[in-house]
């Protein structure tokens, strides 16, 4: 076995708390549960450690658990296989997950591992995760957790965690774990390498018994836990949109700390190392008793439901409120509008053929991406000041930047962190280092020209707009899954794509390899009632539930069905001609012009396969560069910007907004050619 050279020779010292302390521990052995808990005067100080710990109490302890059963779990891992697949252990396996909050590699709950829900050749490959969840959830273990936490009984019976795998572009965005009756949550550290990977210049790493994979974390590797202060100071509340503390992935670790909802904020880094690193832990959560058990005490629902509601108006994110028009809806382009828009749009979408042509794929379909948008002079002063400040402000592709990255100059973070996270240009700003974006932000999208350029596109009446201009770092930033309300009204969605990396030809490689950074925009159907609408689950994954819940019991907030990037799918094609290739439209019996470099095949893909699945999204658009891209939003409609990798190659920029839009009424005895000359 070859081993990098600084996994040799490493000095041994036991992992402390969240103090700098590294006394070597008073155990008491339990060899048979493989646990090594420590006693006497140990227990005070990691005690003490809990007790001084920020932004909210936690413990970080290593050496609880004996190294043999550690190691013996990794490599049963490498046994696991994906889930399904031919070579996998029957019911068992792992399966990656993708939502707008993580994206990750997780096995089937604990819980399954017994002979009611495993078959028998399965679990005499899992020994050693058996013994683990047993050591876990024992009275022994239990009694140390609650003993350094003061969190008082915890269920042994109710077991509720699995096994994650983060490779590199894994991530697990901010969230607090308030679901159900959890009290504590956990995370056991078993990072691993191949003996064959680069050793690390920062930590030292070690090999393990059998020499099959090297032990440890090189902190620049990212993954690390990040901790989030409530934002107010206050005991519960929003989170700041900055952690404050991170801590450190490190083998055998375990760190824990008590649910509290509205102040347990974390996240996990993304992991940025490949080279066959694994950050793979054990996590879960400890919960209350149930009946039968010491300590059980009846739920109070009453109490439960009215902290959540107050919790809930605690935490709702503030929005900015919608500019309203101060002038009636307009009934067409007239030369002055076409005038305005001149120096900002290219010139074939100022076209009445052009118009038409949207206008019948927009009405269709409720949704369009018109390529090209922006005048060819404009779009290329646009390209070269947003890669400009990204050479000025980026950090090197791979590591994961600085929290106040490209602050200042008008831009400032947008929280809270619990929703999203990105940087937005203040409109009132004198100071912009981007003035191109400012000026298509405070000239173009407000202007009563670009109003009736959208009435004509959409055949609907623009009455008020909330707009802004946004900038997602790599490494940092994304919004988390949100919509109206299923009473409220449909919303008009205009955002121009304005990432300088993203300029690739539509349909082509280089498109599809954009969407592995992430950064795409996703639409999805309104969650059904009851269910939490940052949770996504398929139907097939609900009706599973309900009709096999016993059978395999997933952890809830990773229950989800995956929500899958974009990619280019042969088009669906309106009707064309045959004497012609490429999209058309017709229009009472007629095929109208158009540019062909406005338009690619895939903007006229509006019966993909991602939107008649079950759990699929209704609508996904990859990050682009002077794209435009429109959409009605019905009630309900979720939607979000996955987070930015911070493997791509710059940040993703985009400036537009919302619209509140009415019908347009049409005066009575008007013929189709005499509305669509009124439009025009």
Not at 347 to 370: D, H, R
Not at 539 to 547: L, T, V
Not at 595 to 609: E, G, H, I, R, V
Request: aromatic share 8%; charged share 25%.
């Amino acid at each position: 076995m070859t081993v990098p050279a600084s996994a040799k020779n490493r000095r041994t010292s036991d992992s402390a708390g969240p103090s700098s302390k590294k006394a070597r521990l008073e155990t008491s052995s339990s060899g048979g549960a493989g646990l090594t808990l420590p006693s006497g005067s140990q227990r005070a100080s990691y005690r003490e450690a809990y007790d001084t710990s920020s932004p909210y109490k936690y413990a970080a302890i290593g050496g609880l658990i004996s190294e043999d059963l550690l190691e013996s779990v990794v490599e049963e891992s490498r046994t696991y296989g994906i889930r399904g697949e031919p070579d996998s252990l029957p019911g068992w396996g792992w399966e990656e997950k993708q939502t707008d909050i993580y994206s990750i590699q997780q096995t089937p709950d604990l819980s399954s591992l017994h002979p009611d829900h495993l078959p028998d050749t399965t679990l005499e490959q899992l020994p050693a995760l058996t013994k683990l969840k047993d050591a876990l959830y024992s009275e022994e273990f239990r009694g140390f957790v609650r003993e350094i936490t003061g969190c008082g009984p915890l269920s042994g019976q109710k077991t509720d965690g699995s096994v994650g795998l983060y490779t590199k572009g894994s991530h697990l965005l901010l969230h607090d774990d308030s679901i159900s009756t959890r009290l504590v949550s956990y995370i056991l550290y078993l990072p691993n390498s191949s003996p064959t990977a680069p050793g690390s210049s920062h930590v030292p790493l070690e090999p393990s018994k059998s020499g099959a994979f090297v032990k440890g974390w090189d902190p620049v590797w990212g993954g690390a836990l990040e901790l989030f202060p409530v934002e107010s100071g206050e005991d519960v509340g929003l989170p700041g949109v900055k952690s404050v503390k991170r801590v450190d992935v490190k083998w055998g670790q375990i760190v824990f700390f008590e649910v509290q909802p509205g102040r347990s904020y974390h996240a996990v880094e993304e992991v940025v190392i490949g080279d066959g690193r694994q950050r793979l832990g054990v996590s879960g959560w400890f919960h209350r008793p149930i009946e039968g058990e010491e300590g059980y005490k009846p739920l109070d629902t009453t109490k439960a439901a009215q902290d959540l509601s107050s919790l809930a108006q605690i935490a709702s994110a503030p929005t900015n409120p919608f500019t309203p028009y101060d002038t009636e809806p307009p009934v067409g382009l007239r030369p002055s509008d076409i005038a305005t828009l001149a120096p900002f749009l290219a010139p074939s979408y100022l076209t009445t053929s052009t118009l038409e042509k949207l206008n019948g794929q927009f009405v269709a379909a409720s949704e369009i991406v018109l390529h090209n948008f922006l005048h060819p002079d404009l779009a290329a002063q646009l390209k070269a000041e947003v890669s400009a400040q990204d050479s000025a402000d980026l950090t090197p592709a791979g590591l994961i930047p600085p929290q106040g990255m490209g602050e200042g100059s008008g831009w400032t973070i947008q929280g809270p962190a619990s929703k999203q996270r990105y940087l937005s240009l203040d409109p009132s700003s004198s100071t912009s280092s981007t003035p191109i974006l400012a000026r298509l932000q405070k000239e173009l999208f407000p202007s009563s020209a670009f109003r009736a350029w959208l009435a004509v596109v959409s055949d609907l009446a623009p009455m008020s707009r909330r707009l802004e201009c946004r900038r997602f770092r790599r490494g940092l930033d994304y919004t988390l899954a949100a919509g109206e309300e299923r009473s409220g009204e449909a919303k008009l969605d205009v955002w121009l794509g304005a990432t300088w990396w993203a300029d690739v030809k539509p349909g082509s490689d280089e498109e599809e390899q954009l969407l592995d950074d992430g950064g795409w925009e996703c639409y999805l159907g309104s969650p059904e009632e009851g269910e939490d609408p940052a949770v996504f689950q398929s139907k097939h994954a609900r009706k599973a539930e309900g009709d096999d819940a016993e059978a395999d019991p997933v952890e809830p907030e990773l229950a989800a069905s995956s929500v899958k990037p974009p990619t280019t799918a042969a088009p669906t094609a309106p009707e064309k001609s045959e004497a012609k290739s490429g999209p058309s439209i017709s229009m009472n019996g007629q095929e109208l012009e158009f540019d062909p470099d406005q338009f690619s095949p895939s903007d006229f893909d509006t019966d993909s396969d991602a939107a008649d699945s079950d759990d699929g999204p209704l609508l996904t658009h990859p990050v682009g560069f002077n794209k435009l891209m429109i959409v009605l939003r019905d009630p309900g409609v979720m939607r979000f910007t996955k987070y930015l990798s911070a493997a791509a190659r710059g940040s993703r920029w985009d400036v537009g907004g919302e619209w509140e839009v009415g019908a347009i009424e049409e005066e009575d005895g008007d013929d189709e050619d005499g509305d669509a000359e009124e439009r025009q």
